[in-house]
């Protein structure tokens, strides 16, 4: 079946690093990508996504890209604020067929903490 | 668009009662979703919807949870009798099928 594997964590910055946070799936077929943001106490929000391959998913800084020949979708932002601090997972939605009707299969999350 | 609404945001109650949870999805969309987030789990997938007709209700815990959709606008997770390790915190989502899905606030359950 299909899986999302993160990089583990904790992840902990300074304001201003280079952020990374590894993606790698497993799927048949051409899955769509998601990396969703949790900030504390609130729901998960779509942060970015990318539905083929070579796709760049883009927002608030943040950068993924859809790469399939090494299945992975690995999160980068430039330079992390404080107001960054969140959990982030990677997510698939596989293709259509069996009782796949669009269900995201999550990474198990990766907590990130930016210090000033 | 209001998003996704669940209702309560909060709910405390003893073990044994009965709690019921209850969403709103997006209008239009046609997947909802019912998920459970705890420290020592993660996020799990409870159940899911298509067109108002349950998928796959393999994550639901036991027989204590059920859950219904008897239209496009509304539905709701049941747990009855609660006990305390349902304590956590219940998301719903909603999507167009195979789109990305769109969260509620969530509902904060503890159970005493």
């Known amino acids: 079946g299909d899986s999302v594997t993160q990089m583990e964590g904790p992840v902990t910055l300074s304001e201003e690093a280079f952020l990374t946070i590894n993606c790698t799936y497993t799927a048949t077929g051409y899955p769509s990508l998601f990396w969703y943001v949790q900030y504390p106490g609130e729901g998960l929000q779509l942060l970015l996504k990318?539905?083929?391959?070579?796709d760049k998913g883009s927002n608030k800084g943040f950068e993924a890209t859809y790469r399939k020949e090494t299945t992975s979708f690995h999160l980068e932002k430039g330079s992390v604020q404080v107001s960054d601090s969140a959990v982030y997972f990677c997510?698939?939605?596989?293709?259509?067929?069996?009782?796949?009707?669009?269900?995201?299969?999550f990474g198990q999350g990766t907590i990130l903490t930016v210090h000033p | 668009d209001a998003g996704v609404i669940q209702s309560p945001r909060h709910e405390v109650t003893e073990m044994g009662q009965e709690v019921t949870l209850r969403c709103k999805p997006i209008s239009g969309h046609n997947s909802l979703f019912w998920y459970r987030q705890t420290m020592m789990r993660g996020l799990e997938l409870l159940i899911y919807f298509n067109n108002n007709v349950p998928i796959d209700d393999s994550g639901m815990p036991e027989d204590r949870f059920s859950a219904k959709m008897p239209n496009a606008s509304f539905s709701t997770l049941k747990i009855q009798p609660s006990e305390p390790r349902d304590s956590a915190v219940y998301f719903c989502?909603?999507?167009?099928?195979?789109?990305?899905?769109?969260f509620g606030p969530g509902t904060r359950l503890t159970v005493l």
């Open positions: 989502a909603s999507s167009f099928t195979f789109h990305e899905q769109f």
């Open positions: 997510a698939l939605i596989g293709v259509a067929g069996g009782t796949s009707y669009g269900k995201l299969t």
């Open positions: 990318a539905t083929k391959a070579d």
